[in-house]
């Protein structure tokens, strides 16, 4: 069984940080690209940044220069840094992970944590 699990979110005040991290545990051979996603209430969900298993990172655009994807690959963890975060930030962020199992490489979600950008 593999599991991803979450961790971090909360509430925070506009123009505030917050950090969410995600591990990855079960039984697989390696761990590909991982990444975050978010929904907010009432759109689809959205790519928020992605890292491949050498570092390489892309953004979407609401990201860029506000938000830092990072793994530490000994751990199997997931990072993102938000910075100078908005209400429109407002959403749950769900992490991602290729994960090499016996069937080949899959995509697994976490069940997400609720990220709320409010004064």
């Known amino acids: 069984q593999v599991q991803l699990v979450e961790s971090g979110g909360g509430l925070v005040q506009p123009g505030g940080s917050l950090s969410v991290s995600c591990v990855c545990s079960?039984?697989?051979?390696?761990?590909?690209?991982m990444g975050w996603y978010r929904q907010a209430p009432g759109k689809e969900r959205e790519l928020v940044a992605r890292i491949t298993s050498d570092g390489g990172t892309n953004y979407a655009d609401f990201a860029k220069g506000r938000f830092t994807i990072s793994r530490d690959n000994a751990k199997n963890t997931v990072y993102l840094q938000m910075n100078s975060l908005k209400p429109e930030d407002t959403a749950v962020y769900y992490c991602?992970?290729?994960?090499?199992?016996?069937?080949?490489?899959?995509?697994?979600w976490g069940q997400g944590t609720q990220v709320t950008i409010s004064s």
């Open positions: 079960g039984s697989f051979f390696g761990v590909n690209a």
């Open positions: 991602t992970a290729v994960l090499r199992v016996t069937a080949g490489p899959r995509m697994y």
